[in-house]
């Protein structure tokens, strides 16, 4: 897809760049992590400076030993009127972070309506209830079939210290015209 | 690149337009707002009139980034755009759809991808083409015309253009183009988009005295039962389903029913669903209505006449038709033919119903439930309301003029027609406009494409359509405009500089030789265009004024507020190019009767083509439904997101719609009553080359329209969130299938048959039945027309695009194609 990548131009792109540079530095830390050898990391502005415009807040979501293949972890992220969800798929995910690259974070707000969309196990998908827009997890959260126009806001993560941090968002959250307020 | 955080908002004083969605049917009502760049509203203070300092809570105004886009005038002036769905329109009351939810990032821009769009008319030149100006292009086109008609005759003219509404179609253009081309020049050789000839797709219904578009969207919301014959509306028509079916499925219609039919029972809708596949729409329905309230009939190729009719039997010896409305409403000796041959009254019963079981796969019972649902009187004993749709699976099914016969005959007898909660309608893929004057050819119409291969026509003149991706036996397509458009392209490559005389007598040499002059007219450059001698740079979607009619027939006015790009011009303005500059030749000739046909194209704005053809459109008796008198750009300014619903008539100097056809129960037959239209038994059987391949072949090519899939995916082919979805076609195979021939998802496969072969990217899916498949029809990656045979109707020249059957071959894996797909399934709503 690389001749595709370079029309990315068109605007509303937000896989390329961003996303290679997510899979290297998350990557790096697990594999950090896994060797017992973590740095401190730095602020997320600083580490994720693709996905801030102003700046995100550094928010713990859990420890990475608690988050066991099928885990789904609600959380508010950048904040408290973000609803967002922490999944560990069983598969590994563009984007994922920690044991096969399986955790990933999305705001659950549907990119429709607003509606909240929900993780259905059996077919690993997200499903908003209002319009049956679906988003899958291991794409980055781009629609599986639906009413959005937009994928689902990536929540970024990282590890530290043995902990799962979201450290940055990318893509506009529904209702919002900045993510940070 | 930096993923969008912000999205500017409209400043209090951004200007502001009313427009519909420029793609499906629907026509969902937007709001566009523009502002130069640097002057965006603040959170606190914009023209959407909210609070941004706040999230918006669902169903809020929200501008997403794909609704938001910068474009630069031709002035090199640059706005921003935002276009917004329209929560004062009663279509899609806010509601956005994938398609028009990404209406900004379709416009053009000159910095993104959209920047591809045709921007000045080029002529073929050495191995490719250059641009020239409008001055050239018509004077050498033109030219061609002329000496094609005066040598061959107009037939020698070909045309393939679209008649639609929507973008780039609407009133306007698809009047100038008639103009040109039936009162102008004349010709027969007229086809429309994808399809062979220039014909109705629903010949039956008109024969019938039935309109394609008889009912209100409300009546989705007020039937008992919808009844969905060979359609996916989640997918293709989205807010008609989701904002007017849905409500009805789930109960939240139930007050308007009660306040539309007081204390007649009532309760919340069933639907039926005739579709070979468990779609979207199937899923969605069963979430909102529950399971017990939806009925699947996953019906076998080639049997939609029998199991329409199977369920007419039962309905009939039920005694759940309305004898009322078929003495008073229909001509009666019809009814009579109906019953002996299309109903077959003189088999028995179970011998009928059990060949309609076999040859549908659907069980008797659930043609009973079926029959009970669309006809048994309600629990207080009235009349059950049933609103019945169709769509491509049905009209472009195993013999088309049969197919909608039954199910027209279906709405009659059962008097589904001009009530409230009523109505036999298309659910239509693109919106509607056609106001032409007649067609000269007859019925059935002259097959253009085969004039084309054969060498009868010299010259084929083909706008907004891309008959190498979507005709039938598209392979044989490309032949004919590579060897026969070669012998052109040569000739003009020997004329190159030479005066215009010169080059055009050498052109006609070219065609004596079989050589043919092709012309395209379109937005983008497209597979047929890279053939073409000429090409011409048309306007699109909001860089002109348009009218169109949606899938009720709601008449509304799309903004301009764009300059189109370059030198392109709006499709009526082309037209009068050429039939001013072919009066210029035939007056300067002396010939005056030639010279007459093209008069009165001296309009000065899109307003005076809608104006003209408002007074000289007369439609026919049986297709009243773009009639629009007293209609002007100003009242329908006035009437914004909401129009007016066509046919108008004027009553005391005020223009009134129509919400409903035959409430009045006229029929547009000379009786004013409607026929039956009856299939004569034995049912028509497969035409000899459909049964070679499906008798050699081991999976049937079902192929359609789907969710991101806009017909020739022409605009979203250049946009991220449709190609890293769909960057090749997908085929759908059921997963045993799948498995025995070692296909895992995302792969490539070959699929291959007499006709020709297209790669695929597997998608196994429970939504088809073993045997079967679904591809997608128009991708231009690899098109379903490359499979599909060039079997018509006799009747009425309408392909069979359902109809092929085809071996497929694993390729392998293409992880560079395919790594953005997901292979989860697309028709889980709960």
């Known amino acids: ?149 937009e994928p689902l806001p990536q929540i970024a993560l990282e590890v530290s210290n043995g902990v799962v941090r979201a450290v940055g968002v990318a893509g506009l959250i529904y209702g919002r015209h900045t993510n940070i307020r | ?189 007229a086809s429309i988009h994808n399809r062979p000839a220039y014909n109705s797709e629903v010949h039956a219904a008109g024969d019938a005295g039935i309109a394609a578009l008889t009912n209100a969207y409300v009546d989705a919301q007020l039937a008992d039962t919808i009844l969905v014959v060979g359609a996916n509306p989640y997918e293709t028509q989205t807010n008609y389903f989701l904002n007017h079916m849905v409500k009805n499925l789930s109960g939240d219609a139930l007050s308007l029913k009660r306040g539309a039919f007081g204390a007649e029972a009532v309760e919340k809708g069933r639907m039926i669903v005739v579709d070979p596949r468990r779609t979207m729409t199937v899923a969605a329905a069963e979430a909102a209505a529950g399971k017990e309230r939806v009925l699947h009939l996953a019906i076998e190729p080639g049997s939609d006449i029998w199991l329409l009719n199977g369920i007419a039997r039962i309905i009939l010896e039920r005694n759940w038709h309305d004898g009322a409305f078929i003495s008073q409403r229909t001509e009666t000796q019809t009814f009579e033919a109906y019953q002996r041959s299309s109903l077959m009254m003189d088999r028995p019963r179970n011998e009928m119903l059990g060949e309609a079981a076999q040859r549908t796969g659907i069980s008797i019972a659930d043609m009973e439930k079926a029959a009970q649902w669309i006809a048994a009187p309600k629990a207080d004993g009235s009349p059950r309301r049933c609103l019945m749709h169709y769509e491509k699976g049905l009209i472009w099914g195993f013999k088309n003029y049969e197919n909608v016969a039954a199910i027209v005959d279906l709405a009659l007898l059962t008097g589904s027609l001009g009530k409230p909660g009523s109505g036999v309608s298309r659910l239509g893929g693109h919106q509607e406009g056609y106001v032409r004057p007649p067609y000269p050819g007859g019925r059935p119409a002259l097959n253009v494409d085969e004039a084309v291969r054969r060498g009868a026509v010299k010259l084929y003149w083909v706008g907004g359509c891309n008959p190498l991706l979507t005709t039938l036996r598209a392979g044989a397509m490309e032949v004919a405009f590579k060897e026969r458009g070669g012998l052109v392209t040569a000739s003009l490559r020997a004329s190159q500089g030479k005066p215009i005389g010169e080059r055009v007598a050498g052109v006609v040499e070219a065609l004596k030789q079989g050589g043919m002059f092709l012309m395209v007219q379109d937005i983008y450059s497209t597979a047929s265009s890279a053939y073409a001698h000429l090409v011409l740079p048309a306007a699109g979607w909001g860089e002109t004024n348009l009218t169109s009619i949606n899938g009720e027939r709601r008449l509304r006015l799309y903004q301009r507020f764009m300059d189109p790009p370059g030198d392109a011009k709006p499709d009526w303005a082309i037209m009068a190019l050429f039939a001013k500059k072919l009066h210029e030749f035939y007056r300067a000739e002396g010939n005056s009767l030639l010279a007459n046909r093209f008069l009165d194209f001296d309009w000065a704005s899109d307003e005076d083509v809608f104006i003209q053809a408002r007074y000289a459109f007369k439609g026919t008796a049986a297709d009243p439904i773009e009639g629009y008198a007293g209609v002007t750009y100003d009242l329908l300014r006035r009437l914004g997101p909401n129009g007016i619903q066509t046919p108008t008539r004027i009553v005391n100097n005020v223009v009134v719609g129509t919400a409903r056809l035959y409430e009045d129960g006229k029929f547009a037959t000379p009786s004013g009553k409607a026929r039956f239209i009856t299939a004569s ?150």
């Open chain 1, 1 to 149: 897809m690389t001749g595709q990548e370079d029309e990315a131009g068109c605007g509303h792109r937000r896989t390329a760049s961003v996303d290679r540079r997510k899979v290297l530095q998350w990557g790096g830390a697990v594999g950090l992590a896994a060797t017992g050898a973590v740095p401190k990391v730095s602020l997320a502005q600083e580490v994720t400076p693709a996905v801030a415009e102003k700046g995100f807040p550094v928010f713990e979501v859990a420890p990475l030993a608690k988050i066991e293949v099928g885990s789904e972890i609600a959380f508010q992220y950048p904040d408290a009127d973000s609803p967002a969800v922490l999944l560990r798929l069983d598969r590994p995910a563009e984007g994922g972070i920690g044991p096969g690259q399986s955790i990933v974070a999305y705001s659950i707000l549907c990119t429709h309506k607003g509606c909240p969309v929900a993780f259905k196990r059996s077919h690993n998908m997200l499903l908003c209830g209002c319009h049956w827009s679906s988003f899958d997890p291991a794409k980055a959260g781009r629609m599986v079939i639906g009413q959005a126009s």
């Open chain 2, 681 to 830: 038994p034995p049912y028509p059987g497969y035409a000899a080359k459909v049964e070679a391949q499906r008798k050699r072949y081991r999976f049937w090519i079902n192929n359609g329209r789907s969710n991101h899939i806009w017909q020739t995916v022409y605009h979203h082919r250049f946009l991220d969130f449709f190609n890293e979805r769909m960057p090749i076609p997908h085929l759908e195979m059921h997963p045993d299938d799948a498995k025995e021939l070692q296909i895992a998802a995302g792969d490539v496969v070959e699929i291959a048959n007499d006709v020709g072969r297209v790669e695929a990217m597997a998608y196994p899916t429970d939504a088809v039945k073993r045997g079967h498949t679904f591809l997608i029809f128009g991708q231009p990656r690899g098109a379903a027309g490359e499979l599909v045979s060039d079997h018509v109707d006799p009747a009425t020249t309408i392909p069979y695009y359902k109809g092929a059957w085809a071996d497929v071959r694993r390729i392998g894996p293409r992880p560079e194609l395919t790594k953005t797909v997901s292979f989860l399934p697309q028709n889980v709503a709960e």
């Open chain 2, 1 to 189: 690149m930096a993923p969008p955080v912000k999205v500017p908002l409209p400043p209090r004083n951004a200007q502001t337009f009313s427009t519909v969605c420029q793609f499906c049917i629907v026509g969902c009502g937007y709001k566009v707002y523009k502002w130069p760049v640097g002057r965006d509203g603040v959170a606190e203070a914009n023209a959407l009139g909210v609070d941004f300092r706040q999230p918006q809570a669902a169903f809020g105004k929200w501008v997403a980034p794909s609704m938001h886009a910068v474009i630069t005038e031709r002035d090199g002036k640059q706005f921003n755009i935002a276009i917004v769905p329209d929560d004062a329109c009663s279509v899609n009351s806010g509601l956005s759809s994938v398609r028009g939810g990404g209406l900004a990032a379709t416009l053009y821009a000159p910095d993104r991808p959209t920047k591809a769009r045709l921007t000045t008319p080029l002529l073929a030149q050495g191995d490719g083409q250059k641009a020239v100006s409008w001055d050239e292009a018509v004077g050498l086109g033109a030219a061609i015309i002329k000496a094609v008609t005066d040598r061959w005759g107009a037939d020698a003219v070909g045309m393939k253009f679209f008649d639609h509404g929507g973008g780039g179609g609407g009133f306007e253009n698809n009047w100038a183009v008639g103009r040109l081309f039936f009162s102008g020049i004349g010709t027969r050789s």
